[in-house]
């Protein structure tokens, strides 16, 4: 079965560097999604992605963060100067079409010091 | 209101017992519903849509009432291997969009 592979697993990172996250998602789904999950807390919508820009972004979402599908394939979400607050799992998501379950893949957990 | 709203629990429920689980939405016009299992520390992984008519799965059952806004999921004859978060996801499909709004998650042990 298809799956979305992200990597890396786990990143560690100093406060204000920048770093990028990245996905491969299901190669026939047209959706494509970051979400984000503090420790113990719910999953959080970052943004989602179509036909190559962003459909729609949450107040999460600020000018640190920017997404990019840069050839067709792989879907990056970069944290420009990070912060300690940024310390989460990163999951990526893709649906085939609209209304269809997410699929998810395994995140990348960003710690930030 | 909140978009999607779950109890977070825990629910300890003994093995073989009938656990179920409420979710409400604000959003009248979304579209699409669906249960997701968290492990901890892992992805959420579908564990099945809902459907208007209600669906069944095995010893799992869920049921969405829209006048009243929720959905609900039943777990039938619990295992041990239940014990996770369910995760409530809501499509609200506004403006052709497809953003998909996650409950905090209702957390279930079951006790051997």
């Known amino acids: 079965e298809p799956e979305v592979t992200q990597t890396p697993s786990h990143q560690v990172t100093q406060m204000g560097q920048e770093v990028i996250l990245r996905c491969v998602p299901i190669s026939n789904h047209l959706y494509f999604y970051w979400y984000r999950q503090i420790l113990g807390q719910k999953v959080e919508f970052l943004v989602s992605?179509?036909?190559?820009?962003?459909?729609?972004k949450s107040e999460i979402f600020d000018d640190q963060f920017s997404v990019e599908r840069p050839d067709g394939s792989n879907f990056t979400l970069k944290i420009r100067s990070t912060k300690l607050e940024d310390s989460a799992m990163y999951f990526c998501?893709?649906?085939?079409?609209?209304?269809?379950?997410?699929?998810f893949g395994n995140g990348t957990r960003l710690t930030v010091t | 209101r909140k978009e999607v709203e779950q109890d977070p629990g825990p629910f300890n429920v003994p093995e073989g017992a009938t656990v179920a689980f409420n979710c409400t939405y604000s959003?009248?016009?979304?579209?699409?519903f669906f249960w997701y299992r968290q492990d901890c520390r892992k992805e959420p992984k579908l564990l099945m849509s809902?459907?208007?008519s209600g669906n069944e799965d095995g010893r799992f059952t869920a049921q969405l009432n829209r006048a009243s806004q929720y959905i609900s999921l039943l777990i039938r004859d619990s295992k041990l291997s239940d014990s996770a978060t369910y995760l409530c996801v809501v499509n609200p499909s506004t403006s052709g969009t497809y953003k998909y709004i996650f409950g905090t998650g209702t957390r279930l042990k079951v006790l051997a």
């Open positions: 809902v459907y208007s």
């Open positions: 959003n009248s016009a979304s579209q699409s």
């Open positions: 998501a893709s649906v085939r079409e609209g209304n269809s379950p997410l699929h």
């Open positions: 992605f179509y036909n190559n820009e962003i459909s729609e």
